[in-house]
């Protein structure tokens, strides 16, 4: 489940371009010290993953705490089935009901002190730009969220957004380096097959909930396996 957690950051990138490109365009790198330039960017991923990290931790509390009360199971069905329905729901109707108008104020503040931070050029001012990019809603995030609750474990739940930052690393930076390589037909081919791997996902995620015994894919429950230990050793 890891794995999808980098596959989704991948093929989830042209999006995050899209939602996060403007704020990677206008850092302020050093334009003609190469190596200065690839230290900032590096600061700038840094912080993205930081707070992937720190967001991971939080739902992945969540998720264990569920896991306590035997919910894992269904959790990760309802998650799963979640993602698909997210997917194939038209987006005029998502914008109707859009989950971040709560948190508009905190949105706000943090778009005001990106502003400030990208007037900057201190060492750890690439930092902080990244630290608040990462904290900015994204619906793809929100997915990445979901599996992090899924996994019903703190540590993992970290992981697999720090995972999932990892994945949209590589697009990100060739879109600092250069703003013109990823427009026209080849954006649109990827952007099209980001739906499609969602619902693989959320298929996995449900195939996972369901316990039916294959490895890795979806492996049987903690208690079940106890039960069955029993019953050979009377």
Known sequence: MLLTAILLGFMGSLHCIGMCGPIAFMLPVERNNPIKKFGQILLYHTGRLLAYGLIGLLFGLLGKGLYVFGLQQKLSIGIGVLMIVLV??????????????????????????????????????????????????????????????????????????????MGTIPLMTTAIYFSSFLKGGVKKRVQKLIPVFIIAMGILFILRGLGLGIPYVSPEPVSALVSSQIECHP
């Open 88 to 165: 194939l729901i038209p987006t005029r109707t998502l914008t109707n009901y859009n989950l971040s108008k709560p948190v508009y104020r905190w949105i706000s503040k943090v778009k005001t002190r990106l502003g400030k931070e990208l007037q900057k050029k201190t060492a750890d001012t690439f930092l902080t730009i990244g630290i608040l990019n990462g904290f900015l809603p994204c619906g793809l995030v929100y997915m990445a969220v979901f599996g992090a609750v899924a996994m019903g474990d703190i540590a993992k739940g970290s992981v697999f957004m720090i995972l999932f930052g």
